[in-house]
């Protein structure tokens, strides 16, 4: 059982938590962090969901998840990165872009610059199928064609000019 700290419209813990897969009580939302592996070729690493997840089923997508009740955003970050890459990572190595106030959760956006072996990588079986290296005009083309998660348009905008 996930449990998640409930926040207020300005994301302050309301002392409050919930379990995954409620709905979240009108007036609150929840944390989530996003990740984006860049390379030195302006790359970003993006991974396909499996289909045994519960949310964007077989879409590529970006690495990320909730944060957890006492948990901190950045350290959820790293959980991220490990859990679903296998990729080690020192919360030093995380550039925070953003925080996003969306429809039902606050999303941090971090950034993170690595050269990485896609062949070494982990991934966590149960919710990445695969992963490759793509440039912002190849995502936005999988946006289009919807193999891609649509974050939205002012979201790819924040993260492409990064």
């Known amino acids: 059982m996930e449990l998640w700290d409930l926040l207020d419209s300005q994301a302050r813990k309301t002392g409050r938590t919930m379990v995954r897969g409620r709905p979240i009580p009108s007036g609150t939302f929840h944390l989530v962090v996003h990740i ?12 396909k969901r499996a289909k045994t997840v519960q949310t964007m089923v077989g879409l590529w997508a970006i690495t990320g998840g909730s944060v957890m009740a006492g948990e901190e955003s950045l350290d959820a970050a790293v959980r991220e990165t490990n859990e679903e890459l296998g990729l080690h990572t020192m919360p030093s190595q995380f550039e925070l872009v953003q925080r996003l106030k969306r429809r039902q959760n606050f999303t941090d956006i ?8 896609v062949s070494r990588l982990e ?6 199928e695969e992963v490759m290296w793509a440039s912002s005009d190849k995502i936005m083309k999988m946006v289009r064609e919807g193999e891609f998660y649509n974050y939205g348009h002012e979201y790819f905008r924040l993260m ?3």
């Open 160 to 162: 492409f000019s990064c």
């Open 110 to 117: 971090y950034l993170l610059h690595d050269k990485i072996d």
């Open 36 to 47: 984006w592996v860049k390379n030195k070729r302006g790359q970003y690493l993006i991974q």
């Open 123 to 128: 991934l966590q079986k149960e919710e990445v």
